[in-house]
């Protein structure tokens, strides 16, 4: 019945929630800002004072971490703004600028500080779509950065990912959209966009998944993507030199592990190239990079960028 099965997933969620957050507490030494984020945060916020921002920080994070306890808030990922070291971060700038109507979605966007950065770089504002299953989120970005709707009119849908009702999955189109990109004002779900998005960015989000829920990430945000050459889904996330589940210990509890389903940079380009896109008809470059200070084991982090030829 359909009241007890979502009686059941609040009781999965819930016991998720718990031990994860057993798992990641809060460990306020992981913060550190400086350079070009610490400015950043600083010309954002209007915060100049370091002391004064770090406690601001904080009790945003600590409001976060009250929705849900993921490790990238934990670890404040979010004061890293990875978008603009990966490889077509310049490209997907240059789409803003020069593609007529180009759309960006950001999805499992969370505080929107990707987006931010985006933004900052010259992407228009009232192009960019971000979404995330936690509404919440998006609230609390602008407390973080101090914004409001009216001063960053980024349009936000809260959804969640593997609803056909916020993203179907629809197979690629391979020759531009015929009709025009629909008013992003008056969406309510990410369904109007299929083939009419430019650019979408999905960072710490697939590793969250399984090996066949992340395939399902990967089809739908492919029927999103416009046909025009140079359209691109680009993102970071946990990954491993081999592919297959991999359990990592956090150093808390040594009997306490956390599996994550990782793609190799081989299995990712096959993942892409062949499988959700014909062969031949995207390029997928990839960058695996090891990650210090994340646990017992060795952990990788997989940037990429996936491009329609």
């Given at each position: 019945m359909p009241g007890e099965a979502s009686a059941t997933e609040r009781r999965a969620e819930e016991w998720r929630s718990s031990n994860l957050a057993k798992l990641f507490p809060i460990d306020v030494t992981k913060y550190s800002l400086k350079g070009e984020e610490l400015e950043f945060m600083q010309t954002q916020t209007g915060i100049k004072d370091e002391e004064e921002l770090k406690k601001h920080i904080l009790a945003v994070q600590a409001e976060a971490y009250s929705v849900f306890p993921y490790p990238c808030?934990?670890?404040?990922?979010?004061?890293?703004?990875?978008?603009?070291?990966?490889?077509?971060?310049?490209?997907?700038?240059?789409?803003?600028?020069?593609?007529?109507?180009?759309?960006?979605?950001?999805?499992?966007?969370?505080?929107?500080?990707?987006?931010?950065?985006?933004?900052?770089?010259?992407?228009?504002?009232?192009?960019?779509?971000?979404?995330?299953?936690h509404a919440e989120y998006w609230e609390l970005g602008h407390k973080l950065f101090r914004s409001t709707q009216e001063s960053f009119p980024v349009k936000f849908i809260a959804g969640d990912v593997f609803d056909s009702s916020h993203v179907a999955i629809v197979p690629p189109i391979y020759t531009p959209a015929s009709e025009p990109v629909p008013d992003l004002s008056g969406l309510t779900s990410l369904n109007p966009l299929h083939g009419h998005v430019s650019a979408i960015h999905a960072s710490a989000f697939f590793h969250l998944f399984d090996e066949a829920k992340q395939e399902h990430i990967a089809r739908a945000l492919a029927g999103l993507l416009s046909a025009e050459p140079g359209s691109m889904i680009l993102g970071t996330h946990g990954s491993a030199p081999t592919k297959g589940p991999k359990s990592f210990s956090f150093g808390l509890d040594a009997e306490d592990t956390h599996?994550?389903?990782?793609?190799?940079?081989?299995?990712?380009?096959?993942?892409?190239?062949?499988?959700?896109?014909?062969?031949?008809?995207?390029?997928?470059?990839?960058?695996?990079?090891?990650?210090?200070?994340?646990?017992q084991h060795r952990f990788f982090f997989l940037e990429w960028c996936v491009t329609r030829l």
């Open positions: 808030i934990r670890r404040f990922a979010f004061l890293d703004f990875r978008i603009g070291r990966l490889h077509g971060y310049d490209q997907l700038l240059k789409l803003g600028r020069e593609r007529k109507d180009a759309v960006f979605l950001d999805i499992g966007c969370c505080f929107g500080n990707d987006i931010r950065y985006a933004a900052k770089g010259g992407f228009p504002v009232n192009r960019i779509i971000a979404s995330d299953l599996t994550m389903f990782c793609h190799s940079p081989e299995s990712w380009k096959e993942l892409w190239d062949g499988q959700v896109f014909k062969k031949g008809s995207v390029n997928v470059e990839t960058r695996l990079i090891e990650v210090e200070g994340l646990g």
